[in-house]
């Protein structure tokens, strides 16, 4: 069996005294992609920027297919595809083009430099120089650079961040592609729905430790409290059909003839709903459901985490 793409444990890292990243354990299956996602300052850049060998850690182990990102860096490199934050800063008086060349100079087997710019659709901008290029087109030559050596590995620091809509998608398409052929991702972002669309699995991080982790449908499910609303006459007796639902359940009847149920969305939970308001010959009108997304999720816990 190959070592897990990542596998970190007890990993420390403090700036002045301060531990930036707290103690965090976490491994990445091969070919699988994790979403680390936190509040500004939470310690995703730290955490990849040490598997990448690029800060050493205080304490704690770090493994990357299997190696030392810093005693095996030399090895490492070829194996793995980084995408910084700011990924261009250093080459914008380069051309695309020229630039996405160069980095597949040193690879092994690079891929086609002008085939890759059209995959993330920059076939128009190969010889605009880098500085001229807009945030989002850079942020996309920045990933071709980091795919251009075939990494087994990729780690993408806010990849879709400047992007627009349609970038953004044409993006999440190839990161699924590249998913697919079994490359590894680990990917830091302040989108939740790139996580929810992108990752197995999610870590939320908040002042450098994890405060949540799982896939986004366990997040969703395990963590958050659904709502149900519906429309009704006025003054239905909210305590009786709490009575009539799941323990936990909430009902309030939030303007006059409105309702609000508070519970885990179940479908016996509006089963139980609707024949309560059967049972009551009330007719339930405009009955939606509203699941909480990994929005929801990750506000209620760092809001929470922050108010300790
Ligand atoms: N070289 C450094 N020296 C001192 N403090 C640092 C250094 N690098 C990072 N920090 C601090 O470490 C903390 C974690 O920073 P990090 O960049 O890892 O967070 P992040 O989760 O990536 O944040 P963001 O979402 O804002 O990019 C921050 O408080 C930051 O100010």
Redesign the pocket.
């Known amino acids: 069996m190959p070592a897990p793409a990542v596998e970190i444990r007890d990993l420390v890292k403090r700036?002045?005294g301060r531990a930036?990243v707290d103690s965090i354990s976490l491994t990445v299956p091969r070919g699988q992609l994790l979403a680390l996602l936190?509040t500004?300052?939470?310690?995703?850049?730290?955490?990849i920027e040490i598997c990448e060998g690029f800060r050493r850690a205080d304490s704690g182990s770090v493994r990357v297919l299997g190696l030392d990102p810093v005693a095996d860096g030399a090895r490492l490199r070829p194996k793995v595809g980084v995408m910084l934050q700011d990924g261009v800063g250093g080459y914008t008086g380069a051309r695309a083009l020229e630039l996405l060349q160069l980095f597949g100079s040193y690879a092994a087997h690079p891929l086609d430099a002008v085939g890759l710019l059209d995959l993330v659709d920059l076939a128009g901008a190969a010889r605009t120089p880098v500085k001229r290029l807009s945030g989002g087109q850079q942020q996309r030559l920045s990933l071709a650079m980091a795919l251009i050596s075939r990494p087994e590995l990729l780690f993408l620091d806010e990849p879709t961040t400047g992007m627009d809509p349609q970038a953004r998608h044409t993006t999440w398409d190839l990161i699924r592609r590249l998913r697919a052929d079994g490359v590894s991702v680990v990917l830091?972002t302040?989108y939740l729905d790139e996580a929810e669309e992108l990752a197995d699995n999610v870590i939320m991080?908040h002042a450098g430790r994890i405060v949540a982790e799982g896939s986004p449908a366990e997040l969703t499910r395990t963590n958050a409290v659904g709502q149900v609303r519906f429309s009704a006459r006025r003054g239905l007796p909210v305590e009786r059909l709490r009575d009539a639902l799941p323990v936990g359940s909430a009902v309030t009847e939030v303007a006059p003839g409105h309702y609000l149920v508070s519970a885990e969305v179940t479908p016996e939970l509006l089963a139980a709903v609707t024949s309560w308001c059967a049972s009551q010959q009330v007719l339930a009108e405009g009955l939606t459901v509203e699941r909480r997304s990994l929005e929801d999720v990750f506000l209620a816990l760092t809001t929470a985490e922050g108010a300790r």
């Open positions: 700036y002045a930036v936190g500004n300052g939470a310690g995703k850049t730290t955490t830091t302040h991080l």
